[in-house]
């Protein structure tokens, strides 16, 4: 019985990961798109809201990801979150 508990927990937790990269995948997709479409280097504000509301960013993911600038056209996610110290 705690064996198949166990495989129960193992098989949520990996459709969970699954799950949560290709939000951030997404997420990440629309940052580029918002950051190159940025007016004077500025993230609109209904991007930011849009990237924590229906994506999970946090203002200061999003901030970070800013700073980070040309970096976010040309990495990758994991890449991009280690560039600014999302992953510590």
Do not use: I, N
């Not at 019985?1 to 990440?28: H, I």
């Not at 990237?51 to 976010?72: M, R, V, Y």
């Amino acid at each position: 019985m705690l064996q198949v508990k166990a495989r129960t927990a193992l098989s949520c937790g990996r459709e969970e990961e699954v799950s949560f990269s290709r939000t951030l995948v997404k997420g990440l997709e629309l940052f580029k798109k918002a950051a190159a479409a940025a007016k004077g280097g500025q993230l609109a504000g209904r991007d930011a809201f849009l990237l924590w509301d229906t994506f999970g960013f946090p203002l200061d993911l999003t901030q970070a990801c800013c700073h980070a600038g040309a970096k976010a056209h040309a990495a990758t996610p994991d890449r991009l979150l280690l560039s600014v110290g999302y992953f510590t």
